[in-house]
């Protein structure tokens, strides 16, 4: 149930609705924006059906929240969230581009790799220091190490870092590091660990998990809000489908229907979409076309010795050519890259 303030309330009146609310064992969750003042109630709303909110002093309007997820949705809150890092604001009218390795392999060639992204002008680092490998035969990142590596390539450039947490037990050790917490695929739907990112005040991507629906994954998203982290980016990395040409199948139309149904800002990862890089640049324009507010890109200057996800690593040339072509496609939809 959504709560709107008059504009002329008072802060008592806000006191009182927050009271009862936790009367009825349910939470408040104050929104105070530029215009309104809006109490979210969180929690079984059944127990409210008796309560004539509407008659409450400084009460203006009352709504349920008809979809299962509430504090993400659009009815809850309709302007854009906006997360800014450093002036760089995911949600607003400028893309945000990540870019990096797919994991941290060394310091030397993490070193390489920020330089030419940084030449670049990308704002945002990325790359794994705990990769979550299908086999536990594969690279499992460098640990604390990639981490310290990544430090020093922010201290040297000025880039964010941006890192995946895969064990609650690490939050504590990758917030440290990390500018954006980056939640992978398979762990969308890892409660504790979602809870875990709702307590750190850092903002977080959240990939979809690749068989997620849509609802689903806003749950999850409803996951880390509800604990009080409002700073959530959502990420479409595609989902598993009958499709065996390329790695994952991008739900391009998720970008427009999550810009529908939820306030959170919307990026997109074509690297791990398609797994070639052939189809990345084609893939990244119509992530752009569609509405996406931002990008995370595999760059690497030596994908052939790459750890990981060499196939699907751009080489730093290709990636500056997407960039220029992306104006374009920004300009188009009225938007900056
Ligand atoms: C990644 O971005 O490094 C990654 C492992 O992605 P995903 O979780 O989408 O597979
Ligand atoms: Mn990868």
Not at 77 to 95: P, Y
Not at 182 to 206: A, S, Y
Not at 256 to 282: E, N
């Amino acid at each position: 149930m959504i709560i709107v303030m008059k504009p002329d309330h008072t802060k008592e009146d806000v006191l009182n609705i927050i009271n009862k609310l936790e009367d009825f064992g349910l939470r408040a969750h104050l929104s105070e924006g530029e215009h309104r003042t809006i109490i979210g109630a969180i929690g079984d709303e059944r127990k409210l059906q008796e309560v004539p909110f509407l008659s409450f002093p400084g009460v203006e309007e009352v709504h349920p929240i008809l979809k299962p997820y509430k504090l993400v949705s659009r009815e809850f809150k309709s302007e854009n969230t906006r997360i800014s890092l450093n002036g760089n604001v995911f949600g607003d009218k400028k893309i945000q581009v990540i870019a990096g390795p797919c994991a941290v392999e060394g310091r030397e060639i993490l070193e390489e790799i920020a330089d030419e992204l940084s030449s670049l002008g990308v704002p945002f680092i990325r790359g794994g220091a705990f990769k979550p490998r299908t086999s536990p035969y594969s690279f499992q990142g460098l640990g604390e190490k990639a981490l310290k590596y990544l430090a020093k390539v922010r201290e040297k450039t000025g880039m964010m870092v941006v890192t995946e947490l895969m064990d609650p037990r690490d939050a504590v050790l990758v917030a440290k590091y990390a500018d954006i917490i980056q939640i992978g695929t398979r762990n969308m739907q890892n409660f504790r660990l979602l809870t875990e990112v709702g307590n750190i005040d850092k903002p977080v991507i959240l990939k979809r998990g690749f068989s997620a629906t849509i609802k689903e994954f806003l749950m999850s998203a409803e996951y880390i809000v509800s604990e009080g982290n409002e700073k959530v980016i959502l990420c479409e990395r595609g989902i598993r489908t009958f499709e065996t040409e390329t790695r994952n199948t991008l739900d391009i139309s998720a970008v427009p229907l999550l810009k529908q149904l939820t306030h959170l800002p919307v990026i997109v990862d074509p690297s791990h979409a398609v797994g070639r890089v052939d189809l990345v640049p084609p893939v990244a324009k119509a992530a752009v076309a569609a509405g996406a507010d931002g990008l995370l890109i595999e760059v690497h200057t030596r994908p052939e010795s790459a750890l990981s996800d060499g196939a699907q690593s751009l080489r730093p040339n290709a990636f500056k050519k997407l960039m220029d072509e992306l104006k374009l496609i920004a300009e188009a939809v009225g938007r900056e890259i």
